[in-house]
């Protein structure tokens, strides 16, 4: 098996989430052919597709690794200088819609397992699996999720995990993933009376109240701990739907966002908004959907073979983060330790996405090495 073939074989599937596009299908077949016991599941009315494969080789832990082969979309076409789906390599760098995030580290993952399996000819003390989903990119709520469900109620047992996410910003071994900040997303609808704007004492101006409620959010929550950054509300959306001057709209509305520390749970976020919310005496209404609760559920079984590995392959000490956005780790850290370290993510969801192959090639020695740390410690 060659790693370049194999990662520009995953970047040719137009697997726009939430779509395997064969992708998961692909990767399948690979393993099976490689003595794994594959389960290819479905989930939902649309049936998502989900893919949890493993090899036994004795009786010890179970270590996963966790990814999605669903991307974004790749927006204007006229803007890439490659065509998303037709990886091109281009002096020592591979193009294409994810290159970055996260086609590359799965094929990766795949390459050092199958490469570790060859050289102990499948004679290990434990377990190898892997969790891969086409719905982690959207909604995600028939990927990962319910896949941890499955889980469960079969009763498989997954002892550590590594998500490949690009967890690195600028070079390769720079930033392992330790946990996630919470998130969770909201929309305040600020209720008026319209009325004719030469007559405002006629109307009740949700702008008014809208503009206290900004500055409410605005207030600071906490000041961080020692793995997390400050909690903080982003505002990313105020909008009236007013097209004309001579109107005053009887409501507007407010869309947020909050990365929350561990200081908080989701409950604990909400309630505090709402306090924010009835002190500015206003007339709204407020939804809320929480995307994922903070968690830092690593271990030094996971973290001590990985940064090894690291410093091993590209002699960096990696810093240990929580920063960033949400990922699938937030699922599975329900399950067991869980950590993320992936390659370079300055092109993840950007047009021409793109990666090193240098930093492939290593990335996937880092798999291995990290591999043969967590079975065979001694060595």
């Known amino acids: ?26 990767i399948e077949k690979i393993l099976k052919e490689n003595k794994f016991n594959c389960h290819l599941l479905e989930f939902g009315d649309k049936k998502i597709k989900n893919l949890y494969a493993e090899i036994k080789g004795g009786k010890g832990p179970n270590l996963c690794f966790a990814g999605h082969t669903d991307v974004v979309p790749a927006g204007n076409l006229k803007d890439w200088k490659t065509n998303p789906f037709k990886p091109t390599i281009k002096n020592g760098v591979l193009y294409g819609r994810g290159a970055s995030d996260m086609k590359t580290a799965i094929a990766a993952f795949i390459y050092a397992s199958l490469e570790f399996l060859s050289d102990c000819k ?19 709520d028939f990927g990962t999720k319910s896949v941890v469900n499955w889980l469960k109620k079969k009763r498989h047992k997954i002892d550590l995990c590594l998500v490949g996410e690009p967890t690195n910003p600028n070079y390769l071994g720079e930033m392992i993933k330790v946990g996630r900040r919470g998130s969770l997303n909201g929309e305040i609808i600020v209720k008026g009376i319209q009325g004719h704007v030469a007559y405002p004492e006629k109307c009740k101006n949700p702008i008014d109240d809208l503009l206290k409620i900004c500055d409410q959010l605005k207030l600071p929550i906490d000041r961080g701990s020692k793995l997390f950054q400050p909690s903080k509300l982003v505002i990313t959306s105020i909008d009236v739907g007013n097209k004309v001057t001579n109107l005053v709209v009887d409501r507007a509305t407010i869309k947020f966002n909050v990365r929350f520390s561990d200081k908080h749970k989701s409950k604990d976020i909400v309630k505090l908004i709402k306090q924010r919310l009835n002190k500015t005496k206003s007339d709204y209404e407020l939804n809320i959907k929480v995307s994922g609760e903070s968690f830092h559920n690593s271990s030094k079984k996971l973290v001590e073979p990985l940064i090894h590995s690291i410093k091993k392959v590209t002699t960096k000490t990696p810093k240990l983060s929580t920063s960033g956005g949400t990922s699938d780790a937030r699922f599975i850290s329900k399950l067991c330790p869980v950590i993320e370290f992936g390659i370079v993510g300055k092109t993840m969801h950007k047009i ?11 990335l996937s020695k880092i798999y291995l090495y990290f591999i043969n740390n967590v079975f065979n410690p001694k060595n």
């Open 1 to 26: 098996m060659n790693l370049i073939k194999l990662s520009s074989d995953l970047i040719k599937f137009k697997s726009v989430t939430p779509n395997s596009s064969g992708s998961l299908e692909f």
């Open 122 to 140: 499948n004679k290990f003390n434990g377990s190898l699996s892997f969790l891969l989903t086409a719905d982690e990119e959207g909604e995600a």
């Open 352 to 362: 021409n996405e793109n990666i090193n192959i240098k930093d492939l090639e290593n």
